[in-house]
């Protein structure tokens, strides 16, 4: 049971260039998120997807797409990659009915030069 | 609007002392969801605990235990006898009911254990 899988684990970018976080989960949860983490701040959602052709926006979503063209995928697209887009972003998913909790990723650190 | 306040930045106890993270919450929702996340220094999260607003017991968990106050909208956590494993980032966390899909975090406590 692999869970939340997030790839890649690290990426180094330069200012301008495009890139595409991946997500994926076995689980078949209906409910994913992003979050990103930087130092002092927390984890702020960026964007969220309650089922297949479903996303919205979250706290943060500017610089950021996102799509959900299948229950398993959720991929987190950047554009046009900014320094302030230096980060930990985390994947979670959860099961839309039942007790269970979300389930974190763990992290990919992107740094934008 | 929603917001979770943990107050205190950081922590340094030593080894087996007891310490309690604070942290209060704001939100309009009369329903909704508190966590406890744990981030060790390898940068997952972990779980702790999860409550229903409408579930004000307090929860003893091993050496962790949660206090939830509604009159005073906090969610502190205790750990008690307190290891080096417990050293951490801790969050503190809130959402509507049934929608911890959409989870507002507090700025975490970076809590060291010293031995």
């Known amino acids: 049971n692999a869970g939340v899988t997030q790839t890649p684990k690290f990426q180094v970018l330069k200012t301008g260039q495009s890139m595409t976080l991946q997500c994926a989960q076995d689980?078949?949860?209906?409910?994913m998120s992003w979050y990103r983490q930087d130092p002092g701040m927390g984890l702020r959602l960026i964007h969220y997807s309650v089922g297949a052709g479903i996303t919205d926006q979250g706290e943060v979503p500017n610089g950021y797409n996102v799509s959900r063209s299948t229950t398993e995928d959720f991929p987190l697209r950047l554009l046009s990659a900014a320094p302030s887009q230096t980060s930990v972003y985390f994947c979670a998913s959860r099961a839309r009915t039942g007790n269970q909790p979300q389930h974190f990723g763990d992290g990919t650190r992107l740094s934008i030069l | 609007a929603q917001k979770v306040t943990q107050a205190q930045t950081e922590i340094s106890v030593v080894e087996k002392e007891d310490v309690t993270l604070d942290c209060v919450y704001e939100?309009?929702?009369?329903?909704?969801?508190l966590f406890w996340y744990k981030q060790p220094p390898s940068g997952e999260l972990v779980f702790l605990i999860r409550r229903n607003s409408f579930d004000e017991q307090n929860e003893i968990s091993g050496r962790y235990s949660w206090n939830f106050q509604k009159s005073t909208s906090s969610f502190n956590f205790t750990i008690t006898a307190s290891q080096v494993v417990d050293s951490a980032v801790y969050f503190c966390?809130?959402?509507?009911?049934?929608?911890?899909?959409?989870?507002?975090f507090g700025k975490g406590t970076r809590l060291h254990i010293l031995p």
């Open positions: 966390a809130l959402s509507e009911l049934n929608r911890d899909d959409k989870i507002i």
């Open positions: 939100t309009r929702d009369t329903t909704y969801y």
């Open positions: 689980m078949n949860h209906e409910y």
